[in-house]
């Protein structure tokens, strides 16, 4: 786990040379899928992880138990220890003591706080699609106007707007709303990535050092435990 983690940490940290690339394509419809489904599989990924720990800690915590009742308690009465028994059991304390004092938060609060970083994308995705739709709809209003006006020119003759009525006109406001969207888009292509740049290296350097913690902990468990184990 330790040795995957550390290469997608390096993997990711490309991530820092990348650009953001002034664009005006909108977000597509797979990209919001598949943001959506990232931020599924993250949930999941959360999940797991917290269950990994609460199972591994609620099995070492049996696995001790049972040992010490077994090994040292039968019927309230002392048994003959052997020295491969006592090791055994040392070897089940001391792994029940690295699961219990691990620092496996951090690297769950890595994960949670990447998800925070998936969910502020759909968000500003969610308001770049709301801005299209304000938009489309400005424009819509400006057409329905333009053919009114024609339908009254042709009717009236041609009809001279003032200043104040050029400034309301619908034309105005969907250039205004055209424009919002465009920056809508930057926006969202901007967000993203720092996001990215953010949030995927510090979850993975987070995943990482716990792993490298828990390898340390468990060779060095195993390496000293394991001599009393086995027959000498």
């Given at each position: 786990?330790?040795?995957?983690?550390?290469?997608?940490?390096?993997?990711?940290?490309q991530l820092n040379?990348?650009?953001?690339?002034?664009?005006?394509?909108?977000?597509?419809?797979?990209?919001?899928?598949?943001?959506?489904?990232?931020?599924?599989?993250?949930?999941?990924?959360?999940?797991?992880?917290?269950?990994?720990?609460?199972?591994?800690?609620?099995?070492?915590?049996?696995?001790?138990?049972?040992?010490?009742?077994?090994?040292?308690?039968?019927?309230?009465?002392?048994?003959?220890?052997?020295?491969?028994?006592?090791?055994?059991?040392?070897?089940?304390?001391?792994?029940?003591?690295?699961?219990?004092?691990?620092?496996?938060?951090?690297?769950?609060?890595?994960?949670?706080?990447?998800?925070?970083?998936?969910?502020?994308?759909?968000?500003?995705?969610?308001?770049?699609?709301?801005?299209?739709?304000?938009?489309?709809?400005?424009?819509?209003?400006?057409?329905?106007?333009?053919?009114?006006?024609?339908?009254?020119?042709?009717?009236?003759?041609?009809?001279?707007?003032?200043?104040?009525?050029?400034?309301?006109?619908?034309?105005?406001?969907?250039?205004?709303?055209?424009?919002?969207?465009?920056?809508?888009?930057?926006?969202?292509r901007l967000v993203?990535?720092?996001?990215?740049?953010?949030?995927?290296?510090?979850?993975?350097?987070?995943?990482?050092?716990?792993?490298?913690?828990?390898?340390?902990?468990?060779?060095?468990?195993?390496?000293?435990n394991m001599k009393?184990?086995?027959?000498?």
């Amino acid at each position: 786990m330790y040795e995957c983690h550390q290469v997608q940490t390096d993997i990711v940290q490309q991530l820092n040379y990348l650009n953001c690339i002034p664009s005006s394509d909108p977000t597509s419809e797979i990209h919001r899928q598949a943001t959506l489904k990232l931020e599924v599989v993250a949930q999941q990924w959360h999940l797991s992880f917290c269950n990994l720990m609460k199972a591994q800690r609620d099995y070492v915590q049996s696995l001790t138990g049972w040992l010490c009742l077994s090994l040292f308690e039968v019927c309230n009465k002392p048994v003959q220890r052997t020295v491969q028994d006592s090791a055994i059991y040392s070897l089940c304390d001391d792994w029940q003591c690295a699961i219990t004092n691990a620092h496996d938060k951090v690297a769950s609060e890595g994960i949670k706080s990447f998800l925070a970083v998936i969910h502020a994308v759909i968000e500003k995705q969610a308001e770049e699609q709301k801005q299209k739709k304000r938009a489309e709809s400005a424009f819509k209003e400006h057409e329905k106007k333009v053919l009114e006006l024609r339908a009254l020119e042709c009717k009236f003759g041609p009809h001279l707007m003032s200043e104040s009525d050029l400034r309301k006109n619908p034309v105005a406001k969907a250039e205004d709303e055209k424009a919002m969207y465009e920056k809508s888009i930057s926006a969202t292509r901007l967000v993203t990535l720092n996001s990215l740049q953010m949030g995927l290296p510090r979850v993975f350097q987070a995943l990482t050092g716990f792993a490298n913690v828990c390898t340390q902990t468990f060779d060095a468990d195993d390496h000293n435990n394991m001599k009393l184990i086995l027959p000498q």
